[in-house]
């Protein structure tokens, strides 16, 4: 599927604010509601809109430090591979779980109080992973730009 100008435009919209009605959405792209509704509902079914979330401020619920990790999985296998993924996924501080080429098999984005919190995480969870290897950490300074994708 590839969008026209008015999908474009209702996905802008979409993307500044999740929350817009159909209605708003439409008056922002130069629809009416009717059409705005179907239109949204065809990118949702093809798979464009893959839903919409809330953005929590991570500071202000208490999480004050960003961790990225290489990870390098020891075993190798599907199985093991499936395994660590299964494991890693139900750390609720793991936010992001990537799978990639290059010197580490994935990168992960763990959230935490504050450094005592991220030793405890490192040490019990993580590392106790199965088919954990070699790790490295990377804690985030600052974040200059996190946008969503643009259209």
């Known amino acids: 599927m590839t969008p026209d100008a008015t999908d474009v435009a209702l996905l802008r919209a979409l993307l500044a604010d999740g929350s817009l009605t159909a209605k708003d959405a439409g008056v922002q792209a130069g629809v ?14 093809a798979g464009v809109i893959r839903g919409r979330r809330v953005r929590l401020d991570k500071a202000k619920l208490g999480f004050g430090v960003t961790v990225f990790l290489g990870v390098k999985v020891s075993a190798r296998g599907r199985g093991s591979v499936e395994e660590f993924e299964r494991a890693v996924t139900a750390i609720p501080e793991v936010q992001l779980v990537q799978h990639v080429l290059g010197v580490y098999d994935y990168r992960l984005k763990v959230v935490a109080r504050d450094l005592e919190d991220f030793e405890r995480i490192l040490r019990r969870r993580i590392m106790t992973l199965p088919g954990i290897g070699e790790i490295e950490s990377n804690v985030l300074l600052s974040e200059e730009k996190n946008e969503p994708v643009r259209i």
């Not at 009416?32 to 079914?45: D, T």
């Open 32 to 45: 009416s509601q009717p059409v705005a509704w179907r239109r949204i509902k065809r990118l949702e079914e």
